[in-house]
């Protein structure tokens, strides 16, 4: 008697079970913190809050403050229930659990079989499916049996809270009446979600088969990436023993012609040292007739020429020397296979653009900087103008008509985006004023890690195997072109639109959402110098 008076205390007056994170309102009564939380935003869409119990009503959504205490004794009654404790036994069987196959919301109290037979028939005793906590089937306030319900206050009502004018005017409904409304919404509810769970299976399945499919992709580039830089150190490593065997001929060559020099030099020497002996000896004889005789035999000899042979600084240095041509035939050997590993084109930085704050959609949130534009839930409900947008969609202040341009974004890795550029005449109404729908603008796509580019309606799919999600924009208008990159690493090309531009061209961003996530965004950044691949597809 005393458990099931205590499991009365400890139920919820809303779900009817024992307290699961209990909290407490400030007229003093508890409820579990979900079903309080539900309640009070049902009463949310009314603005009026009010204590399903006493129906004290609050200023603003009132605060939940967990009760410790009682969430401690409602977890330990709990644990100390044996198990099948979700059995409801007779109130009157103190002596031997008997399984009851009746409540009574009047006496509040369960009851067998036996002790049924020789309960009151009166009709104020009423008759229930057995219940641990038939308490919570009256009201708090009159202790009258739960007859009616209040759909504009959310509240399970007695005779007496219909009579006693707090309810006069609501919508109240007989129990059974408003639950199979509920249960006709809880089916409804629940084939919404088995539909979301249906589709998120299928998302599962193809996510699962893309993160397949990129390892598999992984692996083989990997082994390509080895590959091809094994193909590299094997070109490196000849190329080095080809240019240091051509420098080692070259020195041999260079030492013999050298050496051959140093040998001639060196017979010079030796006869001018004999010369220079000669001479010394002549100016020191005092017969003057044998200097004059020397001097007159040797007088032809002398006039024929210097001894030495041609030793010009530029013949020396030309004998000399080394040819530079291999060190440099390997140098640009070497750049050679560094282009063909890494191919790209150089881009200048990206322009500063910024958003137009008056072209937003009403569910788009900017930051101050004008620089992100974030999917929002909340209607912001802007000022209608010819410029603004119905749909989730944002143009850029700065419009370009000549020249080329560049500007990086970077989009949110869930959710659903595009970037694109569009004519300021596009419709701001409808389907087809979203960019890449229609014929004045064009648009590269984001969705469940694909990009797509998309002109007049007609998409094509362009990548689905991501590194990041920053993209750089690339405007030619002279040209007519608009191309897209993805900026990871190595950068890769993903799109080239051809076309004759004939208006002003506006950077466009559109944000939406899908069925799970909703934080889709897309912001302008600035970013360092890159090299990015050669445009290749064309639309």
């Not at 709990?78 to 069987?93: D, I, L």
């Not at 140093?262 to 220079?276: C, F, L």
Request: charged content about 25%; overall charge negative; glycine content about 6%.
């Amino acid at each position: 008697m005393a458990s099931v008076d205590l499991r009365d205390e400890l139920s919820c007056s809303i779900c009817l079970c024992i307290y699961t994170d209990p909290v407490t309102l400030s007229c003093g009564h508890n409820f579990c913190r979900g079903c309080i939380d539900r309640v009070l935003s049902i009463q949310d869409q009314d603005g009026g809050y009010s204590c399903p119990d006493c129906r004290a009503r609050f200023v603003g959504r009132p605060s939940l403050q967990r009760n410790v205490t009682l969430c401690a004794i409602a977890e330990r009654f709990q644990s100390a229930q044996p198990e099948g404790s979700n059995e409801v036994f007779c109130t009157y069987c103190i002596h031997v659990p008997v399984p009851a196959v009746k409540s009574c919301l009047h006496c509040e109290a369960s009851l067998c079989s036996d002790h049924l037979k020789v309960h009151s028939r009166s009709p104020e005793h009423v008759l229930s499916e057995p219940s641990t906590a038939p308490k919570t089937r009256k009201c708090a306030v009159h202790k009258k049996i739960l007859e009616y319900y209040c759909s504009e206050d959310s509240t399970l009502i007695c005779a007496s809270c219909r009579l006693d004018g707090e309810h006069g005017g609501h919508n109240v409904e007989p129990l059974d009446k408003a639950s199979e409304k509920k249960r006709s919404q809880l089916f409804q509810l629940l084939q919404n979600l088995e539909l979301k769970r249906s589709e998120m299976e299928k998302r599962f399945q193809i996510l699962e088969k893309r993160r397949k499919s990129v390892h598999e992709k992984a692996v083989d580039l990997t082994k390509e990436i080895k590959a091809m830089f094994e193909d590299i150190k094997r070109h490196l490593e000849e190329l080095e023993k080809k240019v240091l065997m051509e420098v080692s001929r070259q020195e041999k060559q260079a030492t013999l012609s050298v050496s051959d020099l140093i040998r001639q030099m060196e017979v010079k020497k030796d006869e001018i040292s004999k010369e220079i002996r000669r001479t010394e000896a002549l100016c020191h004889t005092t017969d003057p007739v044998t200097v004059l005789q020397e001097q007159v035999s040797r007088q032809g000899d002398l006039e024929k020429g210097p001894m030495v042979g041609p030793t010009r600084d530029d013949q020396s240095h030309e004998v000399v020397g080394l040819c530079m041509d291999p060190v440099s035939n390997g140098l640009l050997a070497l750049s050679d296979i560094v282009r063909n590993v890494t191919k790209g084109i150089y881009l200048p930085d990206p322009e500063g653009i910024t958003l137009n704050v008056n072209t937003s959609g009403d569910h788009i949130t900017i930051s101050d900087n004008l620089k992100e534009a974030t999917y929002s839930e909340r209607k912001n409900r802007l000022p209608k103008t010819s410029e603004r947008f119905e749909c989730n969609q944002i143009l850029s202040g700065e419009a370009f008509s000549s020249g080329v341009h560049y500007w990086d974004v970077e989009g949110s890795g869930s959710g659903m985006w595009r970037v694109g550029v569009c004519y300021p005449s596009i419709d701001r109404a409808g389907q087809k004023s979203i960019i890449g729908s229609n014929d004045r603008s064009w648009a590269l796509e984001y969705f469940i890690s694909e990009y797509s580019a998309i002109h007049n309606d007609e998409e094509v799919r362009v990548s689905e195997d991501l590194s990041c999600h920053r993209l750089r924009v690339c405007l030619d208008y002279d040209a007519g072109q608009l191309s897209f990159y993805e900026l990871g690493y190595p950068v890769k090309h993903l799109h080239t639109f051809s076309a004759i531009f004939t208006e002003p061209l506006h950077a466009a961003f559109w944000v939406g959402w899908d069925t799970v996530n909703t934080d889709s965004w897309v912001k302008i950044e600035d970013c360092e110098l890159m090299d990015v691949d050669t445009p290749s597809s064309h639309m």
